[in-house]
């Protein structure tokens, strides 16, 4: 016996549905790997640290190019090179100022719990117990962000932290 929507179908018809879905299907499983690899073009180098570690880091940092405060938050100014960076809710730290065109190496990471961070476009997880390490090339004087991309609780909204940008003296 034939079902009715079968027998009202033409012969071949259908099996040529299912070859062309079946070859869709085929062709957006095999370009996955094409649009993972676009999307991960820029991706952020991460190494584990202790938040002892780090945070000695930090503070070395903040001590010996410290210039300022702003609000009881250190105004650091280091030269080229590595840059310390701690997020915690719900502030990054510390208030940063750096030389117009050179490059800089941020180190990144929470010190309590999942935060991310996106700077130029370049977006990186801060899972604790782990630095994420964001290549930073400065333009000219002016300013940039660094934004909290994870929600983490109620004042979330407030992470967004200005860099200051100087010209060379
Ligand atoms: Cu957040």
Request: hydrophobic share 50%; proline share 7%.
């Amino acid at each position: 016996m034939v079902s009715p929507v079968l027998g009202e179908t033409k012969p071949g018809c259908e099996r040529r549905l299912l070859v062309g879905v079946g070859a869709i299907l085929v062709v957006l499983f095999l370009a996955q790997p094409a649009w993972r690899g676009l999307s991960r073009a820029k991706a952020v180098q991460t190494y584990a640290i202790a938040a002892a570690a780090f945070d000695a880091k930090l503070e070395a940092q903040n001590a010996r190019y410290r210039v300022g405060d702003e609000d009881g938050v250190p105004v650091v100014r280091p030269p080229p090179g590595d840059v310390y960076v701690a997020a915690g809710r719900w502030r990054f730290l510390p208030v940063l100022e750096l030389q117009a065109w050179q490059a800089y190496r941020f180190h990144v990471a929470s010190e309590d719990i999942l935060h991310g961070v996106v700077i130029g476009g370049v977006e990186a997880l801060l899972v604790p117990g782990q630095a994420a390490i964001m290549p930073v090339k400065t333009g000219e004087a002016g300013k940039f962000s660094m934004v909290c991309s994870e929600y983490c609780g109620l004042e979330h909204n407030k992470m967004r932290h200005w860099v200051t940008v100087i010209a060379a003296p």
